[in-house]
């Protein structure tokens, strides 16, 4: 490890709504991978955003190289040598992979204003014979897999002579073998003396290839350890910190045995392939898997929001049709989106209007009027009962909290009458306090006698809430597990269990530029 | 010898799945829709009738190819139609009015345009306005403001006619092959107009193809914020693609001046549609991204074909615009089904 090549101290950043940082510290040397980790909402990505010029931080200084420096946006942070490659991949899918890596600061041609591609190509080709990586800089972005995308991001990012280069989650979506790769080139860089920010929830990887850890909880700093010498269980502890989610899955004593949904052999393109599972009553049955596992895919085929190729489903044992949405309303399902904001709530109406949103034909009458003393009751009883924040009822639901809108779908859903809620990454973008609440409302869902299915990509949360676990992987359900027999370890091996067919599936991809199966 | 086999197949892949399948599909139908014209009229394939196609289009073919490059930024422009006639009545008022030398006239036309574009790439890109919302208010502005410009002289809307200055007309009647065709077909002549539209798209093609500018467009369409995280300034550059859509509008406006010798300030509105379909038929995609001048082209032949084609079997007008909304609807969902397919 060389010297200290950068150091932020006091930083302050808060949202609308949220103290994201509080007086947050970290540390980074040349040559070290410095992994950050913590919860979802403890504030590792908006501190590595505030370093990569992304959003400006309230207080605090960073001093970079020993001198204090200020990265008003991302093109000051590229020329200072800080590279940060985000959790949502960022190419442009419609050019070339060395127009990507190019972008922005493209070699010219005999104008000014003109493009030298061959040079653009040239030198992108050598950027990848020296991390020997095997694609071709003319192919299209959109044609490569995620994983290879990231390849290409990380190219890009020392393309600029990076002395930071700061990865969010670069593994969320990779297989083991592609994940090898990464590190190979993460560890080949370390070697160069570049300073490597890894923010990580996967807490088997973090000691294969970091050197230091800090711990971050709430916004705050909480400790930066050795990682050849700490236990995992000890960050584990930094990282949880308060007893806050208790909550240990309170499997039913005399498991209802009566079968809710039943779904057998959906398939749609490569997305499902032959799911059939099972939910009973009062239960939390947790979808684990990795990114693009095909968890959503389901949620949405039974949800009737997508076609399906075949397959049956059952409520109550009756064998029922759902083309669309509605038909799910009206056979008791609700459907709770990862993306809320997009897909769950109308953000510029209010809280009342949002919650009767599903089920209009109970609040109106023969001809169409809304009965507005009927939707206020409901509205407020639900704001009651679910212990929504907010000021009335008439309050537009974009002015509250990640946690309390969750709250509002919620309400809404119960309002339809649904018997099977299926909750897509319910906690996403929610902050710590409000999670508990959210998994109590959970609990006392199940115990009401709801059934509930719980996409989640966190292992935590499907392991303290969940009664049954079903673990996904490329659109097959690889293994069932029950919340005594489930692990971390044991849902990650079922998560990357990829199927000799799928390899064949792919044709000869022992090469860089293979296409990427949809 | 692995990498270059796997090269072969995703260029192939690339031809049937990019716009590069539109582009061929829309010159398929260009041929066909003529093909059938040919069959049905004996007036249609004759060198006159094709002169007159080649001229229809002309002035279209210029307004699309600026809103070519706002629509692969997945923004639009609905103000060029009536950016083109305030360029064109300042290009009246230059040269018949104040009796500046017909080159001032044509600087001031376009650069009319110029201006009018840069405001609309202001509005969007500081104002944080939606192009539409942008772009409907200018398509207003200019219109006022050329019908304003047109009552300067005579308290009334009317035309500014350029009868003093016969050369402003033959800049685009006229035909610089006249030399060489006229010998040998004495009725015969493309004049300049068409000319000047293809020179105007071949610049076009090479700014989208060759220059920074053409590269950010497909930038800033294909992943906006990516864009802005890779360093790039979003917001000028995409002022810049408004303002190059302007100087085509200026463009168009002194050709439909010269061409109708005569400034027209109530002309304009619906030309806008006419743009924006042949860009639509050309295969560029409305989310941005994608799109070719050369498609672009392909679809303002494709229009100008069809209206032509339809006057010829004495059509009347009004059905004209029912075909032509017909063809944008089946093109866009011919795009649709092919995306599914990808």
């Known amino acids: 490890m060389g010297d200290v090549l950068l150091k932020m101290e006091g930083i302050d950043k808060s949202f609308p709504g949220v103290h994201a940082l509080d007086k947050a510290q970290f540390e980074l040397r040349a040559g070290e991978v410095h992994t950050l980790v913590g919860e979802n909402g403890a504030g590792k990505s908006t501190l590595m955003k505030i370093l990569a010029g992304i959003y400006a931080k309230d207080a605090g200084t960073i001093r970079y190289q020993g001198k204090e420096i200020d990265i008003p946006n991302p093109r000051a942070a590229q020329l200072l040598g800080i590279s940060m490659i985000h959790q949502e991949l960022n190419l442009m899918p419609h050019l070339t992979l060395a127009q990507n890596v190019f972008v922005g600061r493209e070699p010219r041609g005999v104008l000014p204003f003109m493009l030298d591609e061959k040079k653009i190509n040239a030198q992108t080709q050598a950027l990848f014979d020296a991390m020997h990586l095997r694609l071709d800089p003319r192919t299209k972005a959109a044609q490569l897999t995620v994983a290879k995308q990231q390849m290409v991001e990380i190219a890009k990012a020392v393309s600029f002579n990076s002395q930071i280069l700061i990865m969010d989650e670069p593994t969320a979506a990779l297989t083991e073998s592609e994940i090898e790769e990464l590190f190979r080139i993460i560890r080949q860089f370390r070697a160069k003396g570049v300073g490597i920010v890894y923010i990580s929830h996967r807490l088997e990887e973090l000691k294969q290839i970091s050197d230091r850890i800090t711990v971050m909880r709430d916004g705050r700093y909480v400790d930066t350890v050795d990682a050849a010498t700490v236990a995992i269980d000890r960050i584990i502890s930094m990282m949880v910190g308060r007893t806050i989610y208790e909550s240990a899955p309170e499997v039913p004593e005399h498991p209802n045995e009566e079968i809710v949904l039943e779904v057998r052999g959906l398939n749609r393109g490569t997305a499902i392939r032959d799911v059939s599972f099972r939910l009973k009553k009062g239960e939390i049955l947790g979808f684990a898997g990795l990114m693009g596992a095909g968890r959503t895919e389901v949620a949405r085929a039974i949800f009737g929001a997508d076609p399906l190729d075949s397959g049956e489903i059952y409520i109550k044992g009756q064998k029922v049709e759902i083309k669309s949405p509605r038909d799910a309303v009206q056979h008791g399902i609700g459907y709770l989106s990862e993306d809320r904001k997009r897909y769950g709530l109308a953000l510029g109406l209010d809280v009342e209007a949002n919650i009767a949103l599903a089920s209009f034909d109970q609040f109106t009458n023969a001809f169409g009027i809304v009965k507005a003393g009927d939707t206020r009751q409901t509205a407020e009883r639900y704001v009651n009962t679910l212990a929504i924040k907010t000021p009335g009822i008439q309050q537009r639901v974009r002015n509250l909290s990640g946690g309390n809108q969750q709250k509002v779908v919620i309400g809404k859903w119960l309002t339809a009458d649904t018997d099977v809620l299926i909750f897509d990454e319910p906690t996403r973008g929610i902050d710590v306090g409000a999670k508990s609440e959210i998994y109590r409302l959970l609990n006392d869902l199940a115990a009401q006698g709801k059934s509930i299915i719980m996409i989640s990509s966190e292992l935590p949360e499907i392991l303290r809430m969940s009664h049954r676990i079903v673990v996904m992987c490329e659109g097959r359900i690889t293994g069932e597990l029950s919340a005594a027999e489930a692990t971390q370890e044991g849902i990650m091996r079922l998560a990357t269990q990829r199927t000799v067919m799928v390899a064949t599936d792919e044709a000869p991809t022992n090469n860089g530029s293979s296409v990427e199966q949809k | ?342």
């Open chain 2, 1 to 342: 010898m692995a990498v270059a086999e796997t090269t072969i197949t995703t260029t192939r892949r690339s031809i049937f799945q990019s716009s590069a399948a539109q582009k061929l599909l829309a010159f398929a139908a260009l041929i066909v829709i003529f093909l059938v014209f040919t069959f049905l009229s004996p007036y249609f394939a004759t060198p006159e009738n094709i002169v007159g196609i080649l001229l229809a289009t002309a002035v279209n073919g210029v307004l699309a190819l600026g809103v070519t490059f706002i629509i692969i930024t997945a923004g639009i422009d609905l103000s060029v139609g009536t950016v083109m006639t305030l360029s064109a009545v300042m290009t009246g008022l230059a040269i018949t009015i104040y009796g500046l030398p017909v080159p001032v006239g044509i600087v001031v036309g376009i650069l009319t345009g110029t201006i009018a574009g840069l405001i609309n790439g202001l509005v969007i890109s500081r104002m944080r306005i939606p192009p539409f919302i942008a772009t409907l208010g200018m398509m207003m502005i200019a219109r006022g403001l050329a019908l304003v410009l047109s009552t300067l002289e005579t308290g009334t809307v009317k035309p500014i006619y350029f009868n003093d200055t016969p050369e402003f007309r033959l800049l685009t009647m006229s035909s610089v092959l006249d030399p060489i065709i006229k010998p040998m077909a004495p009725n015969f002549s493309v004049p300049n107009a068409v000319f000047i539209m293809f020179g105007a798209a071949l610049v076009a093609a090479f700014i989208l193809g060759k220059t920074v500018l053409g590269r950010y467009t497909v930038a800033m369409g294909s992943n906006e914020e990516a864009t802005r995280l890779s360093g790039v300034n979003v917001a000028n550059w995409k002022t810049a693609v408004y303002a190059l859509g302007g100087i085509f509008s200026g463009l168009a406006g002194v050709m439909i001046a010269s061409r109708l010798n005569s400034a027209q300030p109530a002309l304009g509105v619906g030309y806008e549609l006419d743009a924006i379909a042949a860009v639509v038929i050309g295969g560029t995609s409305l989310s941005g991204g994608e799109g070719t001048i050369l498609g672009t082209i392909i679809g303002a032949f494709i229009i100008s074909t069809l209206t032509n084609g339809l006057r010829i079997m004495n059509v009347p007008q009004e059905w004209q615009f029912v075909v032509t909304g017909l063809i944008v609807i089946l093109a866009v969902y011919l795009d649709i089904l092919r995306r599914r397919r990808s």
